[in-house]
């Protein structure tokens, strides 16, 4: 249940209730999930945390997909089971189909896999690597 | 230096020649990296790690250029230098940009941090995200 | 439930018993968590285990909230729940303020997210930091 | 020499510069670590780094050497070497002794040992540790 | 319960029924566990990850009981909890005694202290380990 | 170079050179590897640590060479450079053969490929491994 509790949005001072509001206005939903919640008690890291994820989400040279798919890579690694939940959503949301969701799994078990395997076989890097 | 050494071509078996030959032709390099002179001393591995390489990482439901950027981001969050080296490299002449590049760099340091923080505050997974 | 289950004080051996008592002595509390009486099975390791925290976590040239925060920040990068929530405990008990965890979660997040970032764009360690 | 090289102060853009200059001004020193320059080739990421780093690591309820030793733990657990290094430096210039450091190893140490060891164990959390 | 749920062996098409009886018959067995059944979503990747596996896992230089505390440790120091528990169960039928267990994790939360602590310390490797 | 810098054996404390000698006895060599030199600065961390791996390292339920298999099985995981280096030369003293390293290293990359490929599938724990 968090640390400190949830912050619903009608219990929020207007500082926090301002984010909210554009975490659903950007998002085009009408619910706020349980990370903004729990981080809303320190509005400081809420408002910094929700700008820097909205500037580095936005579609770009990689469009919306392609990024939740590498946050879902990123947080299957690391096994954060609340952000595999939430992303693979969120990139769901955002068109990720089921064969795509299969194949992101394939890569990033295959990349754990050989990054280990490098590493234990004390692999130097190529030349050609460096440029 | 790895650890048994590094077998070149020249040296090779027949058996890890045939492997060589097919990396080489898959993807169109007349040259071997490290990693796979390192695991030649296991034949049945390279075999295995190719054919298995070879089968996730040809474009499907995803492209090739996707891929190789989540095989860049599993093996940044792992902290694994030859790998970054190598897929940075691979993912470059299958087509990411530098832009693209920056991107995927951004949404990799994001993910590492929102991945702790999630954690670090105890948050439960919201009901909307076990559908 | 753990893997052998728990030992209960009362059904713990004189040798284990003695470990507990010096565990509530220590810590000054009257109850011994799931951990110890999880590793109570081997009481060669419960042993170990608990003389190498108690010679750490004592305070010295750092007091003892600040090992806790350590404690909590390496469990949160770890991904650790059972860790996480008895070290925050344990820090919120030795003088951890709401705020205090809060700059923790802030940077130990930060931390996460550089330490991907530096590695993923190939940083060379400077020279002034060598010495 | 990081993938896209350095960005040197004097060939840096005046939007690279004020951000050096801040970077400088902040921290009372007269030169800029390789990671800045390696991340100033996408300057809304250095901007935006800098920005956090800055928000979060100036002193608050947590002082200054405080935050740089828990980012030590953080980069020693991700085995990251370029971190380890720049902000053990960082911590020593803010006022880190060598005992600290040696405490700060030994719980840092200590904390990966029994992460792994309850997560092994299975242990569940304790009633008590969920308030 | 799984992002597709799971294809229990009556739902499961001739491809994947023939995986599942391979399973069984190489486990000696007459279940499939959950993994198995998630993945069979994407009866390429079972294929492929199963044949591995088997590959792997069946003894050779090193006895099978041995493979599966070297998976065990593995899982443990990425804290998977269900490798974990699944292969925690599967050593002991292959043999592995609540004594080696024991062993296993010492050596694991030990072996996971000293890797923090000599990267901490920043160590350089011995010209006596490099051959 | 680590540091604080290498304590060599005729620079050292009584109390240090006890330790060395007993290292140097214990494993029946002549010269002690920079992991020692390096936290020597710190003689309680040294002692704690070497009587720990000294206890914990000697064969018991599990034999010698499977002990240090399965510190390389988990500084492979941790990608811990030096850890590899010395326990992988450890484990070839002790007796691990070419073939035995080589599945070695084919169990660890299975195990971390399948660790990740579980929780991103987001399986949950059949009851039959709760006992």
Redesign the interface.
Known sequence: ????GLIEYEDATPEVRAIYDDIMATRRTN?I???WK??A??P??LK??WE??K???VP???DAV??E?????????????????????SAQQKGM??????????????????????????????A???K
Chains 1, 2, 3, 4, 5, 6 share one sequence.
Do not use: P
Not at 81 to 88: D, E, F, G, P, V
């Open positions: 249940m968090s640390i400190f619910w999930n349980n990370f729990a981080i008690h320190d400081a890291t910094r945390t820097d994820i500037q580095i989400m770009g040279a990689l392609t990024k798919m590498i946050y879902v890579a990123v947080s299957v690694t690391n096994q954060c089971n609340y952000c595999i939940a939430s992303h693979t959503v189909t089921d064969a795509m969701f299969k194949e992101l799994m394939a890569v990033v078990g295959m990349a754990n896999e050989t990054n280990k395997m490098v590493t234990g076989y004390q692999v130097e890097i190529d050609e690597f460096k």
